[in-house]
């Protein structure tokens, strides 16, 4: 059963408009709705994707289909897109952040993370390590770069209409902020670091600002990015473009963080989270940008620096994150963009080589929206 969430008599009326759009879209006489051809963003070569139309996908038991209105664009995604990710291969439609609707109206966001739910791990609840995990937009599933997605109804969250898109798409992302404090448990009143200023960056500084950091360090190498850490909070940032950057922000660290995020993942940056780290202190890798890289760890060693890696996001998580975004504490829409699915390649070559100042990416992918 889909999570339940209080909708008001007005969003209840918005929602019956909805629902005759949706089943307008999803039926027609005589045939069978999965028998349809939907629109989808397919990956068809390193740095290239084209629109395609695909069958729409069958429901299995227990499977809802979902109407998707905005598809995010993930950091993972620009890894597919550009050729770097072993996991996904031309044929495949991205994607696995969402908003959307179910067929009766219900706006909803979705857990893309599945799990069997009866192995050791999922048992533990640890699902986001379970021994045959999926993840939309992954292998061999098709993602949300489509006008129509299939999950569990376990795996989807009603959202109320006060919540809009530009947050609601962030529940994801921020999922996996709120699994990587939770497995640090980092002490009151910390120092933190945090090395890459991207979407998990920023959502990093955003959180930590509510448990307790109290003084932020964020460096990277785009200068529009660290101006807008230093309005998310952060105490200092560094740009790493030249030679004497590293220097700053190694004195600027002084003794050292007591936590240091990599949520870059590329080798010179996986080096600066161990370099920015105090003796006693905790890196934690979160980015997975390169495969293998270089540290040096004799120094680590004498440091006895404690390493922690933080992968994806269980169903608490995700909960967590959800009402986070609710109660209005996390916000990026100031830097969030919206394209349409048809300028998916546009999108996608902006995000990997000239960002700006944004954030988050949000391909709109049904036809209008109102939120």
């Known amino acids: 059963m889909v999570n339940d969430f209080y909708i008001s008599d007005r969003a209840s009326l918005a929602r019956s408009k909805s629902v005759k759009k949706i089943n307008k879209a999803m039926s027609s006489p005589g045939v069978l709705p999965y028998t349809q051809p939907m629109r989808a963003l397919v990956y068809t070569a390193p740095g290239k994707v084209e629109m395609e139309d695909r069958p729409r996908p069958m429901l299995q038991s227990g499977d809802e289909e979902l109407a998707i209105e905005f598809a995010g664009v993930c950091g993972s995604d620009i890894s597919g897109f550009l050729g770097h990710s072993a996991l996904r291969k031309p044929g495949l439609v991205l994607g696995h952040e969402l908003v959307g609707r179910l067929r009766d109206g219900r706006r909803v966001v979705a857990n893309p993370l599945l799990s069997c739910g009866h192995c050791p791990a999922c048992l533990s609840g640890t699902q986001n390590l379970c021994e045959s995990w999926k993840l939309l937009g992954l292998g061999t599933t098709p993602g949300t770069f489509a006008e129509y997605v299939a999950l569990p109804s376990t795996q989807i969250y009603e959202v109320p209409d006060s919540l809009t898109s530009e947050q609601a798409i962030l529940a994801e992302p921020l999922a996996n902020v709120v699994h990587l404090f939770r497995i640090v448990s980092p002490p009151a009143f910390f120092r933190l670091a945090i090395v890459g200023a991207g979407t998990m960056g920023a959502l990093a500084v955003s959180a930590a600002m509510r448990i307790g950091a109290r003084d932020v360090l964020v460096v990277d190498v785009n200068e529009a990015r660290l101006n807008t ?143």
């Open 229 to 371: 850490m230093r309005t998310l909070g952060a105490s200092a940032t560094v740009n790493l473009t030249g030679p004497e950057g590293a220097a700053e922000a190694l004195r600027i660290a002084g003794r050292g963080y007591d936590v240091v995020i990599d949520a870059s993942g590329n080798a010179p940056a996986r080096q600066m989270a161990f370099d920015l780290c105090r003796p006693g202190g905790q890196v934690v890798l979160l980015g997975m940008g390169a495969q293998k890289s270089e540290v040096n760890f004799v120094t680590s060693i004498r440091k006895e620096h404690r390493v922690a890696m933080s992968f994806a996001y269980t169903p608490v998580d995700f909960r967590r994150s959800l009402d986070l975004l609710i109660a209005g504490e996390i916000n990026l829409t100031p830097w969030t963009v919206r394209l349409p699915l048809e300028r998916g390649q546009e999108a996608l070559e902006k995000m990997s080589h000239n960002p700006g100042v944004s954030l988050k990416l949000m391909l709109q992918v049904a036809a209008s929206s109102t939120n």
